[in-house]
């Protein structure tokens, strides 16, 4: 199997540090714009891209893992493409992933104020706070090339997603990881995947906030080995 890894907003492949290391058959992407070339418009577009870019390097028995907005592109690409996809591993997200309209302003604004953009990558390092220190600075500078443009496209492709009605579509059996303490998607966005998914297993990790992933690597990379070992 194939286990490929799509970041969230204004992310990168460094969001899956830890999972590309410890998976040998794991490949982490870098979608369009983050930082090369020009990003997509939604999340329809971005699940296209990565269909292509699976397709280009001849992945067959793909597992598709999404933080995020990774995960609304690979629920995306699971509900269109049904028979490419074997497994689902989705990290902090939702079948709809609303963006509260402080958070655009603050990117919109600091992608034209220096002063703002300050705030912006501050507010950034926050939400890193409980990664390794070595980690977090690779992530933050590449946050920062990536830049607060294409963190508010994403946004807005995130705002704009709504699967609500359709989730029930996603045939692929699931693994949903969830932090008890991400605030930007939130637990229950985690029990109603688990709910609506035709064959899903729900892991919780106390402490952990919506960059889970980062911040509890071994458990979370374990609760991926038994779900990989159960699709084998």
């Known amino acids: 199997m194939k286990l490929v890894l799509v970041h969230g907003s204004g992310g990168s492949s460094l969001s899956y540090h830890y999972q590309t290391r410890h998976f040998p058959d794991a490949v982490a992407v870098d979608l369009p714009g983050h930082p090369h070339g020009a990003p997509c418009a939604s999340v329809e577009l971005y699940a296209e891209w990565l269909r292509g870019y699976i397709g280009g390097r001849g992945y067959r028995d793909v597992v598709l893992g999404g933080h995020s907005l990774g995960g609304a592109v690979v629920l995306t690409y699971a509900m269109?493409?049904?028979?490419?996809?074997?497994?689902?591993?989705?990290?902090?997200?939702?079948?709809?992933?609303?963006?509260?309209?402080?958070?655009?302003?603050?990117?919109?604004?600091?992608?034209?104020?220096?002063?703002?953009?300050?705030?912006?990558?501050?507010?950034?390092?926050?939400?890193?706070?409980?990664?390794?220190?070595?980690?977090?600075?690779?992530?933050?500078?590449?946050?920062?090339?990536?830049?607060?443009?294409?963190?508010?496209?994403?946004?807005?492709?995130?705002?704009?997603?709504?699967?609500?009605?359709?989730?029930?579509?996603?045939r692929a059996r699931a693994l949903i990881c969830q932090g008890d303490e991400d605030v930007m998607t939130p637990v229950k966005y985690g029990r109603f995947l688990a709910e609506k998914l035709p064959s899903a297993t729900l892991e919780v990790f106390p402490g952990g906030t919506h960059q889970v992933m980062l911040e509890q690597p071994d458990a979370v990379n374990q609760a991926i080995g038994r779900f990989l070992g159960a699709l084998r």
């Open 80 to 170: 269109k493409y049904p028979d490419e996809v074997r497994g689902l591993v989705l990290v902090g997200t939702g079948a709809r992933l609303r963006v509260h309209p402080d958070v655009l302003a603050e990117c919109q604004a600091a992608a034209t104020d220096k002063a703002a953009r300050q705030r912006w990558l501050q507010a950034r390092a926050a939400n890193y706070a409980k990664v390794a220190p070595d980690v977090r600075g690779m992530l933050l500078q590449k946050t920062d090339e990536i830049g607060p443009a294409v963190m508010h496209g994403d946004l807005v492709c995130c705002d704009r997603f709504d699967i609500l009605e359709r989730i029930g579509q996603v």
